[in-house]
């Protein structure tokens, strides 16, 4: 074991037996079958949203488009008017401002409720943790925020709520619990005060777990769409990415059922083919957030899971 640690150390190369071997292929094997398995699913999307709607309904979904059933109906339906573009630059600006706020209240809640010296932090802690088990239910949540907060028709009502979470808190709590409280103890004899403690000491070590939760943070803003169906009514011209997305699903299945599908062929409206093209268009762009947070977010995950 040590001669092996040793080669390890001095950059040699250290044959493998039969039996490692074996389980390694047999490992790169089942991971890759995993991954095919993944892909598949999002291949068949990719390839349902260019095949054409009476296809889709005759026959199902496929893989590539049949040749003479490639077109771009559903995309043109969900593109037309360049409302999208509106939704997109709004989501994102959400997402973005939405991240950063998220994390920066998340991370101090975080930095304080494992502070031994933060009074009641042990009943605060348990009343955050007891939201998460309990709630008032929809009816007082949608009076608070129209009624008490006046929010209604407005976007802090979809952006507020997601800011913070009592799962995302208590995970904060236990990735602050890996750094050792002699660090916060040396920047006070230094003289340094809670705040630049917190940002010079503690924040540089948080980079796994702002990864990982600035990642929930994130997904949770670039996939809301229940907030924006309680809040945001006919009066908002321009709504978030996915409220947008469903709006138009419903239009095309709307139009498809109307009165007045019995006198106007809709046979080739593209219906199915649309909710393909619109999961298309929602997941392509965060997809790209993964690959800059990867190496963060597994290390982010592991650290927080063995702490207590």
Known sequence: MAKNSNNYEQGTKVKLGVSDMIIRGFGYILITFYAV???????????????????????????????????????????????????????IT????????????????????????????????FYIYFTSLFSAGLAPYYLTMTQRYHLRDSYLAVLIPLLMSPWLVILMKNFVKAIPHEISESGKIDGAGDMRIFVSLILPMLKPALATIGLFLAL???????????????????????????????????????????????????????????AMLATGPIILLYPFVQKYFISGLTVGAVKG
């Open 37 to 91: 398995c993944c892909v598949i699913p999002f291949v068949i999307i990719l390839g349902t949203s260019f095949t054409s709607e009476s296809y889709v309904t005759s026959k199902g979904v496929t893989l590539i488009p049949p040749a003479g059933e490639f077109t771009l109906s559903a995309y043109q339906m969900v593109l037309e008017g360049g409302r999208i573009w509106q939704s997109y630059i709004l989501t």
């Open 94 to 125: 959400m997402t973005l401002v939405g991240t950063f706020l998220g994390l920066m209240f998340i991370s101090m809640a975080g930095y304080a409720l494992q502070r031994r010296d933060f009074p009641f932090r042990n009943a605060i802690s």
């Open 220 to 278: 949770g803003y670039w996939n809301e769409w229940y907030q924006s169906s309680l809040f945001l009514t006919s009066r908002v011209d321009i709504k978030p990415l996915q409220y947008y997305l469903y709006e138009v699903v419903n239009k095309a299945d709307a139009l498809r059922n109307s009165v007045a599908s019995q006198y106007v062929s809709v046979g080739n409206l593209p219906t199915e083919t649309v909710k393909m093209a619109n």
